[in-house]
């Protein structure tokens, strides 16, 4: 009698570890399954999910928002989620167009999956969803959409400063308090090689480091801040905040030394009293108070080439990016709303290629030619005499993630 209860207890033991091992086979299936098609990086079994509503109030406060993020569709995760780069972008007035160009270069180059935070004014909300609601198929990202939200108190004050909205990305840390770190970016941003080689920088930080960004100028001689600035700056030159990488789990915890009191002053305390203090004499509004801080914090800023942030400065005077010259633009910023007019036609004509670009693999592997045709027409601008730095790493992209096999992307 024993014998046979041993052997039932076996059966049952057997069919037990069966059964698991079913079921982890139908999970890996289905995770193998969730992948983008046209060679582009698997992402997770997802589902395509509303969360009801249109966003955080107007009227919300900067701690409501952060308590509830969102309000968009996104994507929802139904399997162990992978590590995602999150990048995030403000949007107001005419950028649409433009923001919806820079989250394309990103999705076409990028490897690991994607996570958009977008920041944009009511009504530009059902237009970003109705774009990114079909790009669906591509299962490489996910998007949370927000509304402007600045403190109450100086709401106007900051909506004001430079450009409508620009302010906003001084108050990311606050509001998305659950993202460790956060690649930000101008709307008028073109990515020339994957997303995850900028983010990869964070490995580069130091331990006292807690952002980086780009110089403002190479050359001293055309610098802006070294000859006009009536305020602090970073460095020789100042910095640019239109990419701007950061760990924001650091920039909450850090005290921040500052002209202003002897006590070191949280993220959160210490912007307005930079503002009140420095409205009447700063001129590229948020840009400038980041100069200030990183004045008063240098050892906090980690400093990428100029590769990684490319503006008409660098080649409008004759070419001064050396990092460019030799390895090629990473990062365009077309800033000064070169995409949009004939005065930098180099600058127009990447913005015009990857604009009219579809996610389709032939697509992408053939948009270099006609690209380089409209790039020889530019040599009569100093940066049209260099156009080879422009498409030098865009051409390595291409064939690193599209002329390889699947299997090897």
């Not at 600035?229 to 850090?254: C, E, F, Q, W």
């Not at 108070?289 to 100029?306: A, D, K, Q």
């Not at 010259?325 to 990447?350: M, S, T, W």
Request: charged residues 25%.
């Amino acid at each position: 009698m024993r014998r046979y209860l041993r052997i039932v207890v076996l059966c049952l033991a057997c069919g037990f570890c069966s059964l698991l091992y079913a079921f982890s086979q139908l999970a890996v299936s289905l995770e193998e399954g969730a992948g983008g098609g046209g060679g582009k990086p698997q992402a997770e079994a997802v589902s395509w999910l509303a969360d009801g509503g249109r966003g955080a109030a107007r009227g919300a406060g900067i701690a409501d928002l952060a308590a509830h993020p969102g309000g968009s569709h996104r994507y929802s995760l139904k399997i162990q989620p992978v590590q995602r780069i999150h990048l995030a972008v403000v949007a107001c007035g005419e950028r649409l167009e433009e923001t919806i160009t820079m989250l394309k270069s990103a999705i076409i180059f990028s490897i690991k999956p994607l996570q958009f935070h977008i920041f944009a004014e009511d009504q530009l909300h059902d237009s970003f969803r109705g774009i990114l609601d079909n790009w669906s198929f591509l299962q490489t990202f996910n998007y949370s959409l927000y509304p402007i939200i600045f403190p109450s108190e100086n709401a106007a004050e900051w909506k004001k400063l430079f450009k409508p909205c620009a302010s906003q990305r001084l108050f990311l840390p606050l509001i998305l308090k659950e993202v460790d770190s956060l690649l930000y970016v101008d709307t008028d941003i073109l990515f020339l090689r994957p997303v995850d080689d900028i983010w990869s920088l964070l490995k580069k930080f130091n331990s006292t480091q807690i952002a980086a960004m780009a110089p403002e100028h190479e050359e001293p001689r055309i610098g802006w801040y070294n000859r006009f600035a009536r305020h602090p700056y970073y460095g020789k030159t100042g910095v640019n905040s239109g990419v701007m990488l950061m760990n924001m789990t650091r920039i909450r915890r850090k005290y921040f030394k500052n002209d202003m009191t002897t006590a070191r002053l949280r993220w959160g305390d210490i912007l307005m009293p930079l503002l009140k203090k420095y409205k009447l004499n700063i001129t590229w509004g948020d840009q400038d108070l980041l100069n200030i801080i990183f004045f008063h914090n240098p050892e906090s800023l980690f400093v990428f080439p100029c590769q990684w942030n490319y503006r008409p400065d660098h080649c409008i005077y004759g070419s001064n990016c050396q990092e460019a010259e030799e390895e090629g633009i990473f990062i365009l910023h077309g800033n000064r709303g070169v995409y949009h007019d004939d005065k930098q036609p180099a600058f127009r004509a990447i913005y015009e290629a990857l604009r009219n670009c579809s996610f389709e693999d032939d697509n992408i592997r053939s948009l270099l030619k006609p690209l380089e045709l409209e790039l020889q027409k530019t040599v009569h601008t100093y940066c049209g005499k260099i156009y080879k730095i422009f498409i030098k790493q865009l051409t390595k992209s291409i064939r690193d993630r599209y002329d390889r096999p699947p299997k090897e992307r």
